[in-house]
């Protein structure tokens, strides 16, 4: 101020700010290229901080089946009501370890989320800690699997279907790979071959001395056929015991593909009652012939002598 109490000039103070305006200039970019990048991305992709969702793409706010607003409007920690409450305390806890920069935490996991029509979405979950705007957030990235949990299901009930059929069939079931090597056996091949399935598994078929020495060069020639894809019927064969006796079979057998490899899978019916039945038929039938044959003798015989022609 001048003697009359005028301004005549102004006193300030400068201070450089480039480093600071770049770097802000550096986050803004980083944080642009960042948004650009997850809005075209197929994942879904989220940056939770202070249990709030700083960040949600388009791709994840649909798997909740809420819009960006409505979740970006969420209360912190409201993000946990829409994670299964079954899967829920430890998906909270691994996002909360996140959010404050620990170690001791697990980066890939799958868990359920429940949309905003109650419908269970199955999530493949890659989080990790990062820097955002200068704190510590999580950033976590999802993959829709339910398509491929609800396969992997049905697959799992149809082998449980097939291990009961298995374990419990009457017949006995023996799984050889295409070198002739046995891999598995149910229970009731041990009961009929007298073998313990330990015995026999990862030895060759042939080698086992089950098939009755009068049938190897059949079910050899068989075996070949039917590796090769030709079509082959069910024969009855003999078959040895471990303890030497021996009891009539049939085996049928078909192609497997188990995990892109090429199975044939064995299955015997000990039928030897219906084959001893049969022998019995063909006994009687033998017999009724040979009686029959003795009548004709005996008539022709009669009537040669009588010189009289009967009739039979």
């Not at 056996?185 to 078929?205: L, Q």
């Not at 056929?225 to 049939?250: P, Y």
């Amino acid at each position: 101020l001048d003697k009359e109490g005028n301004p005549f000039g102004i006193e300030g103070t400068f201070i450089d700010i480039t480093e600071k305006y770049n770097l802000e200039q550096n986050l803004r970019e980083s944080e642009e290229k960042f948004r650009s990048i997850a809005e075209q991305s197929l994942l879904g992709i989220c940056v939770i901080q202070d249990d709030l969702v700083k960040y949600i793409n388009k791709q994840f706010a649909d798997l909740t089946g809420y819009t960006v607003e409505e979740v970006k409007n969420w209360e912190p920690g409201w993000f946990a009501n829409i994670i299964h409450p079954d899967d829920r305390s430890w998906v909270i806890e691994q996002g909360k370890k996140k959010q404050l920069g620990l170690n001791d935490v697990r980066n890939y996991y799958q868990y359920r989320l429940i949309n905003k029509s109650k419908k269970i979405i199955w999530l493949d979950n890659f989080s990790k800690t990062i820097l955002f705007r200068g704190r510590n957030a999580n950033l976590v990235t999802v993959v829709n699997i339910t398509e491929r949990k609800i396969t992997e299901q049905k697959l799992k009930e149809s082998e449980r279907k097939y291990r009961n059929i298995y374990e419990n069939t009457p017949f006995s079931v023996v799984l050889i790979n295409s070198q002739g090597v046995v891999v598995e056996g149910n229970p009731k091949t041990e009961v009929m071959f007298g073998y313990k399935i330990d015995e026999i598994i990862g030895k060759r078929f042939m080698d086992l001395s089950i098939i009755h020495p009068d049938y190897l060069s059949t079910i050899l020639a068989l075996f070949k056929k039917f590796v090769k894809g030709e079509k082959v019927h069910r024969i009855d064969i003999q078959i040895q015991r471990k303890d030497g006796t021996v009891f009539w079979a049939n085996l049928q057998a078909a192609l497997m593909k188990i995990r892109d490899e090429t199975y044939v899978q064995a299955l015997f019916t000990d039928i030897t009652k219906k084959k001893e039945a049969e022998f019995l038929v063909d006994e009687e039938l033998k017999k009724l012939k040979e009686l029959d044959q003795l009548r004709k003798n005996l008539i022709s015989r009669v009537s040669h002598e009588l010189k009289t022609p009967l009739v039979s």
